[in-house]
């Protein structure tokens, strides 16, 4: 996302002229300080994949980040869950998207030894 573009997202957001779940969802955490999964499944009602693509939307974009996880007991099982927090400094955000897709690429890459033969196998067969 370009600064013009997240300078352009923020200022819709704030003039209430954008009512999407990612906006919602950015809007609340930006409201309401650091928030974690469990809270914002809870509190915002939204179905828990609906919540997570969101949020992983959001984290790619460099508008929220990860500050902490914690663990909470649901029903006799322990889960962890990410708390998020917003981000406001632009260098920052830009700074975080690109790590962000720096890390996919790199993980990417290093699983490719891992399925090599398999996209070989498939790029061959497209010829």
Known sequence: MTIASRKTYLVEL?????????VYILDYIKKNGRKNTFELREELTLPHQTLTSRLTALLDTGLIKVVDTITKEI???FSSCSVYEFVS????QIALEYERHFDKARKWLNNYDKYKEVLNISLKNNN
């Not at 400094?89 to 920052?92: I, K």
Request: proline share 0%; net charge neutral.
């Open 14 to 22: 704030h003039n209430g002229n954008l009512k999407l779940n990612a």
């Open 75 to 77: 029903n006799g099982r």
């Open 89 to 92: 400094n632009q260098d920052e």
